[in-house]
Nanobody, 118 residues
Framework: VQLQAYGGGLVQAGGSLRLSCEAS????????MGWYRQAPGKQRDLVAH???????NYAVAVKGRFTISRDNAKNTVYLQMNSLEPEDTAIYYC?????????????WGQGTLVTVSS
């Protein structure tokens, strides 16, 4: 399973960005999809998560500003980020829990850089 993320870039504080991530390859089934981020010198943390049933959860720091969604037909997960703050600057990684033929495994994308200027 390959994950390709798009949409990162440089934006001013208060602006918006939309990230997308498509899972490709021999994907049989995707359970959870999510976005994580890692700021310089910090650990990678969960930003938002969505199940195959559409249930979502968010990190406290982004709740009310970010929205995660998914298009199951396209095996794609999105992250709409509004009211961005300099503290949101990080490399954003998408991740899915997917099955190719049997057991489920977690897969990671390559990351996309989001920089928010003050």
């Amino acid at each position: 399973v390959q994950l390709q993320a798009y949409g990162g870039g440089l934006v001013q504080a208060g602006g918006s960005l939309r990230l997308s991530c498509e899972a490709s390859g021999s994907v049989f089934s995707i359970k959870a999809m999510g976005w994580y981020r890692q700021a310089p010198g910090k650990q990678r943390d969960l930003v938002a998560h969505i199940t195959d049933g559409g249930a979502t959860n968010y990190a406290v720091a982004v709740k009310g500003r970010f929205t995660i969604s998914r298009d199951n037909a396209k095996n794609t997960v999105y992250l709409q980020m509004n009211s961005l703050e300099p503290e949101d600057t990080a490399i954003y990684y998408c991740s899915v829990v997917a099955s190719r033929t049997g057991p489920y495994f977690r897969y990671w994308g390559q990351g996309t850089l989001v920089t928010v200027s003050s």
